[in-house]
């Protein structure tokens, strides 16, 4: 299967603007000259494994947007390999956050598998690499491609956007999985410095906390009218709407949403004024999404200000680097028949469609923004894309205290962390933030400005410009030759 080189827009820095004064967009567009002028002529590669369905797909066609628009040449590969090739980066990916996943080997053939894939991806890629460009390789997937392309002169740079806090069996067995395959790498870029493991040179180790683009078409602001037509349109929520169901695509062109989502509900949707809980997330063991469901079911109707839940996720079949995905979803729907008949009519499991990307992120941009309460009740979590997102609109939130997760938010200031085990904990942590709009409108508030002040994408942009300037000021020895036969 060919490499797959997905279309990227141009965004222009000067959206900032609205979000900065005047001298601090005239400082960073100084610093931002710079760094064009370091990178004319060479190309900065991203090589990852989805360009659709998850929070690095997000991230990566969002940098690359900004630094496009920046006047830098900045493109995307995305890998591909058969099926049990992502079975295997699935179990390493779990073995990385600490989970034995599906128990697999990672034993000689997976190795002989995971850099059969990595030689015939790099096969395509090399010819148009050359010695001075930037490779910023992204998680377990494409790891066996950082070898080859440093050998053609490229700066490698590895980015890891999972880990654990702490090591045990699992993660240790991952990390000596991947350790080979990452030596010719300049340098290592981590969500958190716990993450990085010592069989990686520290000296080689970033941290660059990951971030949102407040513009995209998940993060931009949506008129009300506009939040109910997208969810009414959708079969969500049961509201009038009295106007198409519009919202601005990633390059600022108007798009409409026409696709509708499949929902598992017993009885109707919720109402207009129904207060929601929600959680956004991919169908992944990891995301916890049975404990949610049955967390929420300990809350009583009363306590709960009758709200619902709504557990939301992509089209099992769109997300080609998640093979678990369909099992899992499927586990949630058994969990969801195993209710009392009470809270199952509170509980709405939402497929969205991902054939549009922009419209799926408008589809979500909306659910977020009318949620009455946002959770994230992961088991490990790298860093949390969700709970930027949750914190950027404003809603409050309730989270584990695991990962970077920890990193955004302070407990009962800018949302209320939890044991994602215990149960009881999430059900009344929910309960509190339905029952207090005062305190949850003020950890909503302290929520939106610690994103502004962290987590822009225009944050994450100069921290890797900091790092590849470091980078393309040493001459790297060339190794090129031809690639070999497949």
């Known amino acids: 299967m060919p490499l797959h080189f997905p279309n990227v827009s141009l965004l222009p820095l000067g959206r900032y603007a609205s979000l900065y004064d005047r001298e601090q967009m005239r400082r960073i567009n100084a610093r931002i000259l710079e760094l064009r002028g370091l990178l004319e002529g060479r190309v900065v590669w991203n090589i990852s494994s989805s360009a659709v369905g998850g929070g690095v797909a997000e991230m990566v066609r969002s940098l690359l947007a900004y630094a496009r628009g920046a006047g830098v040449d900045a493109r995307w590969a995305v890998v591909q390999g058969p099926p049990p090739f992502f079975t295997l980066t699935k179990r390493l990916h779990n073995a990385i956050h600490g989970s034995a996943g599906d128990g697999s080997p990672l034993g000689a053939a997976e190795h002989a598998l995971f850099e059969r894939i990595g030689r015939e991806n790099a096969f395509e890629l090399l010819p148009m690499v050359r010695p001075g460009d930037i490779a910023i390789v992204h998680d377990p997937q494409p790891a066996a491609m950082v070898t080859p392309l440093a050998r053609a002169g490229a700066h490698v740079i590895w980015r890891c956007h999972i880990g654990h806090d702490e090591a045990n069996r699992e993660v240790e067995h991952g990390w000596r999985f991947l350790e080979p395959y990452l030596q010719d790498a300049e340098a290592y870029v981590f969500s958190r410095a716990a993450y990085a493991p010592s069989v990686l040179d520290s000296a080689r180790v970033t941290v660059i906390p990951p971030s949102i683009d407040p513009f995209s078409t998940k993060n931009q602001t949506l008129p009300a009218s506009a939040i109910v037509a997208i969810l009414a349109h959708t079969g969500i929520i049961e509201g009038p709407a009295v106007e198409p169901p519009m919202f601005l695509r990633e390059d600022g062109t108007p798009g409409r949403v026409d696709r509708y989502a499949e929902v598992l509900r017993q009885g109707g949707p919720p109402t207009l004024e129904t207060p929601l809980v929600v959680q956004v997330s991919r169908w992944d063991r990891l995301k916890d999404p049975v ?110 205290a695991v990962g970077g997760i920890q990193d955004q938010i302070d407990d009962g200031r800018q949302g209320l962390l939890v044991d994602p085990r215990d149960l009881d904990a999430f059900a009344r942590a929910v309960a509190r933030l339905l029952g207090e709009p005062t305190f949850a409108h003020q950890l909503a508030v302290e929520a939106e400005a610690r994103v502004r002040e962290r987590y822009m994408g225009l944050h994450s942009l100069l921290r890797y410009g900091a790092l590849i300037e470091s980078l393309a000021s040493r001459t790297r020895t060339v190794e090129r030759a031809a690639p070999a036969p497949l």
Not at 337 to 358: I, T, Y
Not at 359 to 371: G, I, K, T
Not at 373 to 380: A, G, N, P, R, T
């Open 291 to 400: 404990g949610v469901l049955r967390g929420f079911a300990r809350i009583e109707a009363s306590a709960a200000r009758c709200a619902e839940l709504v557990l939301a996720g992509p089209d099992v079949h769109s997300v080609a680097d998640d093979p678990e995905g369909v099992a899992v979803y499927a586990e949630v729907v058994a969990a969801w028949h195993e209710l009392a008949d009470e809270p199952r009519h509170r509980v709405h499991l939402v497929s969205l469609p991902a054939v549009d990307v922009d419209e799926n992120a408008a589809m979500v941009n909306a659910l977020q923004r009318h949620a009455s309460v946002i959770v994230q009740k992961s088991l490990h979590e790298g860093f949390g894309l969700t709970v930027t997102e949750a914190m950027w609109k404003s809603r409050p939130i309730v989270a584990s």
